[in-house]
């Protein structure tokens, strides 16, 4: 399921999500202050690449929570909120279940990407 699940994914749009997660990442760092936040747009490439068959371990302390807090201010909200709406509506249908819990999987790690590892 595993491998079939990240075909589909792949062809239905996980190429073009992750392709857009990389151009997000380089162009944050361009600048010396921007590189943290292009890491976490890499991790998101990396999820969203082939999302079937991984995990994400959270850690990383007291850094991670500062940064994570901030980040949840400036823009993890509304990311989260988007991948949790479309992950409810694939939700809907039988088929989009699986589709929908890699949705799920992505909005928590687009509200807490620092201190997180994708695996």
């Excluded at 694939?90 to 989009?96: A, E, I």
């Amino acid at each position: 399921m595993r491998t079939l699940g990240n075909i589909i994914w792949l062809v239905t749009g996980g190429l073009v999500t992750a392709a857009g997660w990389l151009v997000v990442g380089l162009l944050w760092c361009v600048t010396v202050v921007g590189i943290p936040v292009g890491r976490q747009a890499f991790k998101m490439a990396a999820l969203t690449l082939t999302p079937f068959g991984k995990t994400i371990v959270y850690g990383g302390g007291l850094p991670s929570c500062l940064a994570n807090g901030l980040w949840f201010v400036f823009g993890g909200v509304e990311m989260a909120l988007g991948y949790l709406a479309i992950g409810s509506l694939l939700c809907l249908t039988v088929v989009g279940v699986p589709f929908g819990l890699q949705l799920f999987k992505m909005a928590k790690l687009s509200l807490l990407p620092f201190g997180a590892e994708v695996r």
